[in-house]
C-alpha cells in the first residue's frame, strides 16, 4: 500500500517538476537596478548604470518581491568583450572572453538586432528572441 502511494506521489508530482526544470526562475535584476527605483512608483521613467553602461527604463515590479527594479526599454547589447571574441569569425565559431572575473566560452551568434555585430553567446544562454 505504501509503495503504491508513493508511486501515485511521483506520478502526480513529475509533470510538475519537469515543466519546472523547462522553465526556471527568472534571475533577479542587479541591485543597481532595485536601487534605481528605490524611491520611485510602478510605471517611473528610470536609469541604471551597469559597469560602463547607462540603461534607460521604467519601475516594475519583479516576480516574487514586493520591491520595484528599473527594467529596459530595450535588453542591453552583449558586453564589449562578447563582440571583441567574435570580430574576426563567422556565425557559428566557437568563441571564448572573459567577462568581469568569469571566463566564457561558447559560438560566435547573431541577436535579435540584425544589424548588430556578432558576439560570443555563452555555452547554455537562451536563445535570442526571433527575428
Partial sequence: ??????????VTAL???IARADHPPPRQPPKAAFDACASAKRGDACTVALGDRSIDGTCEAFPDTAAL??????????PPQ???ACRSAKEGDACSFTHGDHSLSGTCAKGPDTSAPL?????GAPPPPPR
Avoid at 500500500?1 to 511521483?10: D, T
Avoid at 527594479?69 to 552583449?78: D, K
Avoid at 558576439?119 to 555555452?123: I, L, T, V
Fill in 69 to 78: 527594479a528599473c527594467r529596459p526599454l530595450r535588453p542591453p547589447g552583449p
Fill in 15 to 17: 509533470p510538475f517538476a
Fill in 119 to 123: 558576439a560570443c553567446r555563452p555555452a
Fill in 1 to 10: 500500500m505504501k509503495l503504491l502511494a508513493a508511486a501515485a506521489l511521483l
Fill in 82 to 84: 562578447a563582440v571583441d
